[in-house]
């Protein structure tokens, strides 16, 4: 292999996040597939791609956060046999379709592949990484290709929780303690929730040893006074915080609903899926335990074409097609690198973040791509390496001071998606809990260790923290699961603001706060004084 | 696309919006609680035949499921394996007895107050130029404004919001209704300070303030965020920062061929624009036109 001349550098962000869902009272809930349908179609296919690559000794760098709420339900036991029931079941439900389509050669050789991609998945999961995945994450942390970063502590959106911002500081507190039980060490960077940029929150990132942050582009473009290199080199804020901001071509390249890579024609369509196309009665046992048809994770078909009838789906056709994109990709990045970095005076960096769960959930074929990217970027001759962001700023130490502008990822840029008419009540809900929550804490600085009353101290904490995430007001927005999202928001709140009254009046039924913690029982260690002032 | 109160000859139509949406949202609130409390009924009635039904149940599936497993392992003797199988069956209805006691008893519903009886207005910033404002006024002081300017203090009197830019310094003032709680605001300056007083003015000259104004309470303050680039503030000198050792170093950018440099990283940006105007997408890359945005 020839050395390389790098002229600058390529990091890649996956935003690994889920809402925390947990319900021991009962299995009705569709949301908590949310996380089985993760753990089979994004997380474990990232780790198997990223032990293929150590396996065949690809050097690779890629940055992921993982957020305290799925780090919560990673490590959770009951979600974990649930999972493993899930597993189950798909393999029986592909045990039937193989039997089912045994006239049909194109469908039955795609039900033997999900066959053996879900009993491959069991034996993963159970047999390899004995139901602890975050291990599995820590391992490639551990061996220096992954750094993970943390998120606040229930992804709640700092531009609004601000208005009290001792909200703001838990969330980072709780983000970072959580960080710090799972990876034995603390975080260099964090993702904000939603991107969400607000510059008085950096006295707190740094109070909790956060070196770096991710913004979307106009975090970085319009930011004050203007970076001299616009996202390709980092900022660093006057409190010391440095900030990567999101690269504009490469994102469309991916990101794109009208012409992205995931839109190939060779790609698995997601909409097509047996949980609506098969037989009911067939198909009853498998989807919604009400009866509403919805997906399994078994789809036959390729996206096509637009507005055509859909042809049935060929793996080999969708690698070759990712194969060809991350060709694309890495010829579009060596040409931009090559024009950045004859006007700049360090290296370029460009930063491509994007959701996790887009890699493998929406666009199937993305963790093979990233694989067949990172290996083309080691093998070939190309003018840029993989970094992740500490490293750059461990080399390139040297950064303008700049504060980012206060921004977002969502639609238009800044609060729209968690502040409109749709979902606007609800702020003023989380801001009073938020105000009660210190009230507590200040009203009771010193609780006794393993007293009934500290207990519900900690338990109202984390009731907030559950209420403040940005999914409910993002789904409510969005207008699919709404009832759900909103049924959290009022039993967070409701939960909360029952405690409260009963710690105020000294009169805690002990039974209901049993119960609740059971439900809720996210961040286990929390202690409920990082509210006070 | 948000409710936004912009001038004010359509303030009216937007009190009335205001008025219809609280309305509609009372008796839908009023349905759901109705059906909730059924539901809540039904589901503790579920967990109670549940339970009588998971013996039935779980000794059906446990007896498939061993015996599946068992046929891979070593075959151990007809009486063990029976044995095995009914320790497991009553562990598994143990713990799922233990379950539904656990919960039988946590029946709740919970609706939102309408209200926390507390004289408060909050300011947020939904863009650049749009402020999210919502404000309450506590039973205790309504009553003290009733006892100080009399019975008919609210009818005689209306409420107005004060925006102040505190940056670029002047005021401006919405008239609001009564019937609302929470109004959008539209302001000319992004990147400013604002803060937001709610007072009220007088309808007839049988209640007189001074400067006809009373401040009612007073919001905390926000800045609203930068809606562009900033190449006027540039100035001629940047610092760095070395982030190991927090040293600050300068440099002078007023020569051409730096600034033909920032030029040359700017036109990118430029051409970005243009290229994916074609799109409909402007330089913000929405996360909620994104394909994942559905799955959360």
């Known amino acids: ?533 | 696309m948000p409710r936004k109160a912009k001038t004010k000859e359509e303030n009216s139509d937007i009190n009335k919006d205001v008025k219809k949406t609280s309305n509609k949202s009372k008796t839908t609130t009023k349905k759901t609680s109705s059906t909730r409390t059924s539901t809540t009924q039904k589901t503790s009635s579920k967990v109670a035949k549940k339970v009588q039904n998971t013996d039935k149940k779980s000794t059906v599936k446990k007896t498939t499921t061993t015996s599946k497993k068992t046929l891979n392992k070593k075959v151990p003797s007809k009486k063990n394996k029976k044995n095995l199988k009914t320790i497991r069956v009553v562990k598994t209805i143990k713990t799922k007895l233990k379950r539904a006691k656990l919960f039988a008893n946590l029946i709740e519903y919970y609706d939102l107050p309408y209200s926390y009886n507390q004289t408060v207005i909050k300011v947020l910033a939904q863009t650049p130029t749009i402020l999210f404002v919502y404000w309450e006024i506590s039973k205790e002081d309504r009553e003290l404004l009733e006892t100080n300017y009399g019975k008919n203090f609210f009818n005689s009197t209306y409420p107005v919001l004060v925006v102040h830019n505190l940056s670029k310094n002047y005021h401006f003032e919405v008239p609001i209704d009564d019937f609302a709680n929470n109004w959008y605001i539209h302001v000319p300056d992004s990147k400013c300070k604002y803060h937001i007083e709610l007072g009220r003015r007088s309808r007839s000259s049988e209640i007189i303030f001074p400067n006809n104004y009373l401040s009612i309470t007073s919001s905390n303050e926000i800045e609203s965020p930068n809606d562009h680039i900033l190449f006027e503030e540039l100035g001629n000198t940047i610092y760095y920062m070395n982030v190991k050792n927090n040293e600050i170093t300068t440099k002078d950018i007023a020569s051409l061929s730096f600034m033909k440099r920032i030029g040359k990283i700017y036109n990118i940006y430029d051409l970005y624009k243009k290229m994916y105007k074609e799109q409909e997408l402007d330089l913000k890359n929405p996360s909620s036109n994104n394909p994942t945005s559905t799955f959360r």
């Open chain 1, 1 to 533: 292999m020839q050395k390389k001349q790098v002229k600058g550098y390529v990091s890649f962000v996956l935003h690994a996040h889920l809402p925390f869902i947990h319900h021991p009272e009962s299995e009705d809930y569709l949301e908590e597939q949310w996380l089985y349908e993760a753990i089979s179609e994004t997380y474990i296919p990232l780790l198997l791609n990223f032990k293929k690559l150590e396996d065949e000794h690809v050097n690779f760098k890629i940055t992921m956060s993982l957020t305290p709420p799925l780090l919560n339900m990673l490590d959770n036991k009951l979600l974990q046999k649930r999972y493993i029931k899930y597993l189950k079941k798909h393999i029986e439900l592909s045990e039937k379709e193989i039997k089912r389509t045994k006239n049909n050669p194109r469908e039955n050789e795609l039900a033997h592949y999900y066959f053996n991609r879900y009993s491959n998945d069991l034996y993963v999961f159970k047999d390899i990484y004995n139901c602890n995945l975050i291990e599995g994450f820590k391992h490639f942390q551990d061996i220096g290709v992954l750094e993970i970063i943390t998120c606040g502590a229930t992804h709640g959106y700092f531009p609004i929780l601000y208005v009290n911002e001792l909200a703001v500081k838990a969330q980072i507190a709780v983000g970072v303690q959580t960080y710090e039980k799972y990876f034995g060490r603390k975080p260099r960077g964090i993702w904000l929730p939603e991107c969400g940029y607000v510059p008085e929150a950096d006295k707190y990132l740094r109070e909790f040893g956060i070196q770096y942050i991710i913004t979307e582009s106009h975090g970085i473009l319009y930011a004050d006074p203007t970076p001299v290199y616009g996202t390709f080199a980092p900022i660093v804020s006057p409190r010391g915080v440095v900030a990567f901001g999101r690269d504009i071509e490469s994102s469309r390249q991916v990101w794109s609903s009208i012409n992205g890579y995931p839109g190939d024609f060779n790609y698995r369509e997601f909409y097509r899926d047996i949980g609506y196309d098969a037989p009911y009665d067939y198909i009853k046992p498998y989807i919604a335990s009400n009866g509403v048809r919805v997906h399994t994770g078994l789809k036959y078909f390729r996206i096509t074409g637009k507005d055509c009838d859909k042809d049935y789906y060929n793996i080999q056709w969708a690698k070759d097609s990712a194969e060809k994109q991350a060709g694309h990709f890495l010829d579009c990045r060596t040409s931009q690198i090559e024009n950045l970095s004859s006007i700049m005076d360090v290296p370029p960096i460009i930063l491509c973040p994007y959701d996790a769960e887009l890699y493998g959930h929406w666009w199937y074929e993305g963790p093979y791509w990233l694989y067949i990217l990172f290996k083309k970027i080691y093998y070939d001759n190309c003018n840029f390496e993989l970094i992740t962001p500490g490293e750059y700023i461990d080399r390139f130490p040297s950064i303008q001071m700049s504060t980012p502008c206060r921004s977002s990822w969502g639609a238009n840029g800044y609060s729209e998606v968690w502040l409109n008419p749709t979902n606007d009540y609800v702020h003023k809900h989380l801001h009073v809990a938020g105000n009660r929550m210190v009230e507590l804490a200040n009203l009771f600085p010193n609780e006794a260790q393993n007293s009934l009353k500290r207990f519900a101290l900690n338990q109202c904490a984390r009731e907030l923290l559950l209420a403040q995430s940005s999914d409910w007001l993002f789904i409510i927005t969005n207008g699919t699961m709404v009832d759900y999202a909103k049924k959290r928001i009022k039993d967070h709140i409701g939960r909360f603001t029952k405690l409260y009254n009963q710690i105020k009046k000294d009169n805690i039924d002990k039974d209901f706060l049993h119960s609740i913690s059971k439900i809720d029982c996210a961040f286990p260690e929390i202690d409920y004084t990082i509210y006070s002032k």
